[in-house]
């Protein structure tokens, strides 16, 4: 589980541009991606895993 966290949180890192303010975003999108298949479009409301999405942007905001 760690790795897949690392390699969503590089993901989310390099969506983001490496901005802090798009982190927050940027991350989301990649754990949706992740637990859906797909880029969510912009009314998008499934779930996604909350607490994966935690743990990435934890970890993407210590690499930033």
């Keep these: 589980m760690d790795i897949l966290i690392e390699k969503l949180a590089i993901k989310a890192i390099k969506l983001s541009g490496e901005s802090k303010?798009?982190?927050e975003r940027?991350?989301?999108i990649i754990?949706?991606?992740y637990k859906h298949g797909v880029v969510p479009t912009e009314y998008?409301?499934?779930d996604i895993d909350e607490?994966?999405?935690l743990k990435?942007?934890?970890i993407a905001k210590e690499r930033i």
Excluded: M
């Design 44 to 46: 998008d409301i499934r």
């Design 31 to 33: 754990v949706h991606e």
């Design 51 to 53: 607490a994966l999405y």
């Design 26 to 28: 940027s991350s989301w």
């Design 56 to 58: 990435v942007l934890e």
């Design 21 to 23: 303010k798009e982190l």
